[in-house]
Every structure is written in C-alpha cells, then in structure tokens.
C-alpha cells in the first residue's frame, strides 16, 4: 500500500459548459486508476455542471479557484465558500500567484481564505512560489515556506490541505521548465517544515507528459498540479496514466511516507490506495 499521487488541472478562465461537460463525461468513462487520486477545478460557472457530469460516485474531486473567507455579505463580484461548496466543489485553490500580482492577495488575505475552507469542510489548495529574482538569489526556499507557514497560521492541525509548489517563473505561456535540481532544495524545505500539516505537497508549473515522470522522481513531490498539458481530457488522461504507472518506484521512503491527516471529505478519507500494476487503463 502507498499514498495517493495527485494529479490535478485548474481550467483557469477557459471552457464553456460544453466544454466542461464534455471533458467530465471523458473523464467518467475512465475508472479510478490504483495509486491515483484525481481533481479537476473549473472556472466558479462550471463547477455544477462539472459535478453533476461526473455524478455523486465519482473519485475525482471537483474544486473553485478561488473563494472569499466571509460567509456571506456585501461583497459584489466575489463568491463563498458556502457558495462553491453548494455547487458541488470539495476543494477550493488559495493563493495562486495570478491572484496575488493582479488582484493583491496577501498572506494575510490568503490565511483568511485558508481558514474559511477549512472551516466549510472541504480542501484548501494553497499555491506558493518565488518570483524569478528571488530564484536567482537561491532563495526560493526560505520564501515559499514563510508563504505556506503564514497561509496555515490558525489552522488546526489535522485540517486536509494541500500544498502547490509552483515557482513563478516556471507558469504560464512565458514560463520555463524547471530541471528536477530545481526543486529538490524546495520540496526538501516544505517537507522539513511541513510535515504532519497537511496531506500532499503538489508541484505545479510547465509540467507536461515530456517531463512530468522526472518530476515525480523528485523526493517529496506527492504529485501534479497541472497547467495546459491537462487542458485537453487526453493530455489529462495520458498525465493520470503516467502517474499510475509510478506505483511503487521507491516511493515508500520518499513522498509517499509523509505523515498527513486522514481526509475528510465525503468518500475520501482512504489514507492511502493499492499499488497501481502500470496497466494502461483509460488512453484514447
């Protein structure tokens, strides 16, 4: 028995309902991989009919990317937790670094919404990274672990949350590759100070099916958080293999071991999953 590997896509502000459904139908069609535990996080109009598509046994979680940390009120244009949870969301993306440059998330606005996930039962997902001049000063280490220690202030330990490591030089349509020297010191320091706080530590950022297994051979990488390589359902689907394939490679005594609290989301609290065969399962 091994813990899960994550493999997960926020659709960002792409996809029509079409679009969405037809990618979550693509998706029911494929069970459950061993060894995989799978999201997918829509645009906020998306989110029903994501959930309804993929229907009330589904293993993959559906999740929002973004949600305010009041319940309720007077807050034109944003939408809460409550809100995404009634659309059928379970997990809820926190921080990420297109929020924090264009609409000026802070730790503090981001500890806010940690909390307020926490507080509504589902998972947060809360994205850290270092700009590109703090890369280059070799200090990404010291600056994504004061955003996740900040994010989790007040949280009470044994809350299910996720950690995505995606360095901001390495996303979007200008990013590059990292090499997996690049993120071993990293992922190294998150599990240092993050051990036993949270269930899985994601790396994120020009991630494709080219690079995605050297990726995962890094120690300490519990999976994938997945730009336009998963876009497309195959392109996910061929990501879903690659990491069903990873099964028991030596996993036991790197990432796989972390110590984590039991997830609590309804038909998720499975502590860890059988170990995968490597049988093709799902590919067109």
């Known amino acids: 028995m091994i813990a899960a590997t994550w493999?997960?896509?926020?659709?960002?502000?792409?996809?029509?309902?079409?679009?969405?459904?037809?990618?979550?139908?693509?998706?029911?069609?494929?069970?459950?991989?061993?060894?995989?535990?799978?999201?997918?996080?829509?645009?906020?109009?998306?989110?029903?009919?994501?959930?309804v598509a993929l229907g009330p046994d589904s293993d993959v979680m559906v999740g929002a990317q973004n949600a305010h940390w009041e319940d309720a009120g007077a807050w034109t244009g944003e939408v809460s937790v409550p809100?995404?949870?009634?659309?059928?969301?379970?997990?809820?993306?926190?921080?990420?670094?297109?929020?924090?440059?264009?609409?000026?998330?802070?730790?503090?606005?981001?500890?806010?919404?940690?909390?307020?996930?926490v507080r509504q039962g589902l998972i947060p997902l809360i994205c850290v990274g270092e700009p590109e001049e703090v890369f280059r000063r070799r200090e990404a280490s010291e600056y994504i672990v004061s955003q996740a220690q900040a994010a989790l202030r007040q949280v009470p330990d044994g809350s299910d949350v996720l950690i995505a490591y995606e360095p901001v030089w390495a996303i979007g349509e200008a990013g590059r590759a990292a090499e997996p020297e690049d993120l071993e010191q990293p992922f190294a320091a998150l599990t240092d100070a993050l051990d036993g706080r949270v269930r899985a530590i994601l790396y994120g950022g020009s991630v494709t099916t080219d690079n995605a297994a050297e990726i995962l051979a890094v120690p300490g990488v519990d999976g994938l958080f997945v730009g336009r390589a998963a876009w497309d359902v195959e392109g996910y689907l061929a990501l879903v293999e690659l990491a069903a394939r990873r099964g028991g490679r030596e996993l036991a005594g790197a990432s796989s071991t972390r110590t984590a609290p039991r997830l609590a989301s309804e038909g998720l609290d499975r502590p860890s999953v059988p170990q995968s065969t490597g049988e093709s399962s799902c590919l067109a």
């Open 7 to 51: 493999i997960g896509t926020s659709w960002k502000m792409n996809k029509l309902l079409a679009e969405a459904k037809a990618f979550a139908s693509r998706l029911r069609e494929c069970p459950p991989p061993p060894g995989v535990r799978r999201f997918v996080i829509p645009a906020f109009p998306a989110i029903h009919t994501v959930a």
């Open 83 to 117: 809100q995404v949870k009634d659309a059928g969301a379970t997990l809820v993306e926190i921080g990420h670094s297109e929020r924090r440059t264009h609409f000026n998330e802070t730790d503090a606005t981001v500890n806010l919404k940690v909390r307020a996930v």
